[in-house]
């Protein structure tokens, strides 16, 4: 079986930082893209950032230049790191990733049970 445990999250007031981990463990094949989500309250899931096997990268427009994704491909794990945060970015955030399994033919995409982040004065 395959998990991913997020860790990290916090209360952080605006202007502060954060950084954010996700571990995959268990039978695993190989990872190809891995990603950060976030939930607000009341809101749809929306993409934060992505990274390829590759370490190609993809941010949403609120977050970029603030936020940065990184990948540890020996570990298995994928970092966020939050600069410069706002009261806005306060959400579950989740990891996912893509995981070849030793049991299955093909990927599957996996995710974190979440990691609240909380910015606030």
């Known amino acids: 079986q395959v998990q991913l445990v997020e860790s990290g999250g916090g209360l952080v007031q605006p202007g502060g930082s954060l950084r954010l981990s996700c571990a995959a463990s268990g039978s695993i094949v190989s990872i190809n893209d891995m990603g950060w989500y976030r939930q607000a309250p009341g809101k749809q899931r929306e993409l934060v950032a992505t990274?390829?096997?590759?370490?190609?990268?993809n941010y949403a427009d609120s977050v970029k230049g603030r936020f940065a994704i990184s990948r540890d491909n020996a570990k298995n794990t994928v970092y966020l790191q939050m600069n410069s945060l706002k009261p806005e970015d306060t959400a579950v955030y989740y990891c996912?990733?893509?995981?070849?399994?030793?049991?299955?033919?093909?990927?599957?995409?996996?995710w974190g049970q979440g990691t609240q982040v909380t910015i606030s004065s």
């Open positions: 996912n990733a893509d995981i070849k399994g030793y049991y299955s033919s093909t990927t599957r995409l996996f």
């Open positions: 990274i390829t096997s590759g370490s190609n990268t």
